[in-house]
């Protein structure tokens, strides 16, 4: 597996991915739970309604015996094509259920306005002139496994800077700190069910 996968990056992508790698735990720093003007360090997994996450942790078994690069290798030929006719109701159930949480928009309204702390590799959407990063997503992993879907559009946040500034490498990751509303914003690289206003940009670390 690429090394790109962050800390709080999707416990849960883990097993949607069938990977064996362990995540690292992001830690809650605990102070300030109850005000919406304290920074809060969030796992990716808090943005989840918790039906999603349950959803996305139910990964069907049966997607682990598809082989790469075959007709079945993609969720929509999974539930309409070939395994369709060869699994259990309830199987079935579970696959509709899973495709519907890797697309969700669904977001946690409690998160609108709340200031957070959030690690992500950024994804350039809009550069200036001088070729730095104006506009772009905060992903929760950059790289993949066999068989790992883009994140959900709950696990995508979008944000504009005014500090444009230079990406030197997509692979290296960064600590963002904003507050966070419940938006979408789609366009050709990608869908977001979340936004950030950035007060603060920084080199991740542990």
Same mark, same amino acid.
């Given at each position: 597996?690429?090394?790109? %996968?962050?800390?709080?990056?999707?416990l849960l992508l883990l097993l949607v991915a069938g990977c064996t790698d362990s995540s690292l735990a992001t830690a809650d720093t605990g102070e #300030?739970?109850?005000? =919406?003007? $304290?920074?809060?360090?969030?796992?990716?997994?808090?943005?989840l309604p918790d039906d999603d996450l349950a959803a996305l942790e139910d990964r069907p078994a049966l997607l682990d015996s598809?082989?790469?690069?075959?007709? $079945?290798?993609?969720m929509a030929n999974s539930l309409d094509g070939q395994l369709s006719s060869d699994i259990?109701?309830?199987?079935?159930? =579970?696959?509709?259920?899973?495709? $519907?949480?890797?697309t969700s928009?669904?977001?946690?309204?409690?998160?609108?306005? $709340? =200031?957070?702390?959030?690690? #992500?590799?950024?994804?350039?959407?809009n550069f200036d002139d001088q070729q730095r990063v104006t506009e772009f997503f905060?992903?929760?992993? %950059?790289?993949?496994c066999i068989h790992v879907p883009p994140p959900p559009p709950n696990q995508i946040i979008y944000a504009q800077v005014d500090d444009a500034f230079v990406l030197e490498s997509i692979f290296d990751p960064v600590w963002l700190e904003g507050t966070l509303h419940l938006q979408e914003n789609d366009n050709g690289l990608g869908q977001s069910a979340y936004a950030l206003t950035v007060e603060k940009r920084e080199a991740y670390y542990q």
């Open positions: 597996m690429n090394k790109g %996968f962050l800390p709080g990056s999707l #300030g739970q109850n005000s =919406r003007h $304290a920074i809060r360090e969030v796992d990716w997994i808090d943005l598809i082989e790469e690069g075959s007709d $079945a290798d993609t259990s109701m309830e199987e079935s159930a =579970r696959l509709q259920r899973y495709q $519907a949480a890797l928009t669904r977001t946690r309204q409690e998160l609108d306005g $709340a =200031r957070i702390r959030i690690p #992500g590799f950024v994804v350039p959407i905060l992903v929760p992993f %950059f790289g993949a």
